[in-house]
């Protein structure tokens, strides 16, 4: 127990030392290497003191053996019990556990101190001009939460094929063909048009957070981490799903529909002529796209035959409150598009849309690296991650637009 008190002690102080505002980068390196040997020999004697308290426990119910030296029990039926199995981390997993959390740690004192990652510890990228790879814990979770950040982009359907490869349109939307007895169904060839490749433009997304986020606990800090970079990467997706103004994705809105409305002022008669263009096998996945204020200041106040409005609100299986449209669900989309009346609104542009967004594929290659920077003016830590992604529609027969006639002054 004195070794280990006194490795910890060790520790501590190396801790300290490394936090010198004074520290070079070699003495930094030196001390990181201390610590992580250090780090090792701890869990060593960790296990083996736990490893002796365990078979402690097991020996002292030497009552209720049955004398064959095995350590079995034998509980109140007479039934043998078997002694219970612990398995013991091999040095290669322990290493390989202590590496990523190091890694880990120094990831964050680059992001939030500027301190470079020690060459030992670094990961390779792929892509040339990235600085330092995200740790893969954190890729994990990046892209578990970007999978249902945002009402846009967890509608998609999402992939990760391989960049330039043609991929037939079946593979997505698998056909179903009767078949005789004892026989399979024919391979589907699909022609030129009935094919899809993938491009991979290199995106990246900036963030940027206060030296007070450097007080935070590893657990926390990364916590916060990947939810900024989630928000960040997810707004700038579903733009580009919506609009595509990179002129690199394609975007919905960059198609031409299956039928546009150009009014200023709309009507029950125009709602219906707006469903009525939306192909029958497209109703259950379709859904509504416009911002919050197109929906109460322009859809609310249209009514029916009978004086009762067609826009109206209700509680989804969440408690949240959903809009409908005619009994279509609307998705509210401010950042991405204007308001239908709103000031600045310019003449045949596309304020609100019909669209199933199953019909549109998204391409991601979760290479993800970063560079970083600290704004002189206001102190923050800025950071860019690079990421390489495509996007387009399969097909667009769910595009069901409506845009102004007129300028809105």
């Known amino acids: 127990m004195d070794k280990l008190q006194e490795l910890r002690n060790k520790k501590n102080e190396l801790v300290e030392k490394s936090q010198r505002a004074d520290i070079s980068a070699d003495e930094l390196k030196a001390i990181l290497d201390d610590i992580k040997a250090i780090n090792e020999k701890i869990k060593l004697i960790e296990d083996i003191i736990k490893e002796k308290e365990d078979g402690n426990s097991d020996n002292g119910d030497s009552g209720n053996t049955d004398g064959n030296g095995d350590g079995a029990r034998n509980d109140e039926s007479g039934e043998q019990e078997p002694k219970r199995f612990k398995p013991v981390m091999s040095n290669e997993t322990r290493g390989a556990e202590m590496e990523n959390l190091e890694y880990r740690k120094a990831f964050r004192n680059l992001v ?27 890729i994990a979770q990046i892209i578990d939460k970007s999978r249902d950040f945002g009402m846009i982009f967890k509608g998609v359907t999402k992939t990760s094929f391989a960049v330039g490869q043609e991929y037939p349109i079946a593979s997505f939307r698998p056909i179903v063909n009767y078949v005789d007895e004892g026989k399979g169904s024919e391979n589907q060839k699909a022609s030129t048009s009935g094919k899809i490749s993938f491009n991979g433009y290199k995106a990246d997304c900036r963030i940027a957070w206060t030296e007070e986020t450097d007080r935070m606990t590893l657990d926390v800090w990364e916590k916060y981490f990947v939810e900024k970079v989630v928000e960040a990467i997810t707004i700038w997706k579903e733009n580009e799903i919506i609009n595509g103004k990179s002129g690199k994705i394609t975007g ?4 031409t529909p299956t039928f546009n409305l150009e009014k200023d002022t709309l009507t029950y008669s125009d709602l219906l002529e707006l469903e009525g263009n939306l192909p029958s096998g497209k109703d259950s996945g379709a859904k509504w796209y416009m911002s919050k204020k197109t929906f109460f200041n322009t859809f609310k106040n249209i009514l029916d035959e009978h004086g009762n409005p067609v826009a109206s609100l209700d509680h989804g299986t969440d408690k949240k409150i959903v809009p409908y449209i005619l009994g279509r669900e609307v998705v509210y989309c401010d950042e991405y598009m204007p308001n239908h009346n709103g000031s600045g609104t310019t003449a045949k542009q596309v304020t609100a849309f019909m669209f199933d967004m199953k019909d549109y594929v998204f391409n991601e290659n979760y290479n993800l690296g970063m560079q970083r920077r600290v704004n002189w003016d206001t102190d923050d830590h800025e950071l860019k991650c690079v990421f390489r992604c495509d996007g387009k529609p399969l097909d667009t027969d769910s595009l069901i637009t409506v845009s102004r006639a007129t300028d809105v002054a």
């Not at 030992?120 to 995200?134: C, K, N």
Request: zero cysteines; aromatic letters at 0%; hydrophobic letters at 40%.
């Open 112 to 138: 939030s101190k500027g301190i470079a990652i020690p060459q030992e510890l670094r990961a390779v990228s792929s892509t040339s001009d990235v600085g330092d790879v995200i740790p893969q814990n954190l």
């Open 252 to 255: 919905i809105l960059s198609k």
